[in-house]
């Protein structure tokens, strides 16, 4: 018989991504991120090969990203809209923690694995930043993408990416909740 965690799925069950435009400060200092970052790397990980690491990205690291993207949007020739859509989330990020997958040759454990798990470590640092208290957003969006962002921004080597940056801060506003996907729709059942 199991032994149920009822508050652990009641969390779940209710668990809700901050829009990143709504957190502010304070933001976790060292000491209230390292249980965050602890549960975070706390992820599936077929062969244990740990293929991802974090960058957290505090105070004036946001500023220089956020004009970073700037200076990249312009060189790529993007529309205005895009670069500050872009360099936007540095703008208002007070705190954010990058997951850098960083696949490991590996025989028995295709790369596509690996990055299922560096995906994992983003989910897991999200729900553990939201469980702790604060207000938490998974982003991405074009620099999260772009080789040179990321080569001179956060010094990723070619052959990394970036999984996603994960926004923790003092949420000002609660977000009303959306729709949920239904279940009907996208649940199936196998017997034979």
């Known amino acids: ?39 975070g790397l706390r992820t599936p990980d077929h ?24 200076v990249r949007g312009e060189a790529l020739g993007l529309d205005a809209e895009k670069i500050g859509k872009g360099r936007g989330q540095f703008d208002i990020g007070n705190l954010a ?3 850098v997958e960083s696949p490991v040759i590996a025989e ?14 983003c989910l897991s ?9 604060w207000g938490a957003n998974w982003l991405s969006g074009w620099p999260a993408h772009d080789r040179g962002f990321l080569t001179e921004a956060l010094k990723l080597s070619p052959h990394e990416r970036l999984a996603g940056l994960i926004h923790i801060g003092t949420e000002k506003s609660a977000p009303p909740e959306r729709p949920r996907p239904d279940m009907e729709s996208k649940v199936s059942w196998v017997s034979q």
């Open 1 to 39: 018989m199991p032994d149920p965690n009822p508050q652990a799925l009641e969390f779940l069950l209710n668990r809700r991504s901050r829009p990143a435009k709504t957190l502010t400060r304070p933001v976790p200092d060292r000491e209230a991120l390292a249980p965050i970052l602890k549960a």
């Open 47 to 70: 062969g244990k090969l740990e293929p991802w690491r974090l960058i957290v990205l505090e105070g004036e690291a946001m500023t220089r990203l956020a004009e970073l993207a700037q």
């Open 97 to 99: 923690v990058a997951v």
């Open 108 to 121: 028995k454990v295709p790369e596509i694995e690996q990055t299922y798990s560096a995906g994992a470590v």
């Open 125 to 133: 640092l999200l729900n553990a930043a939201l469980a702790a208290g």
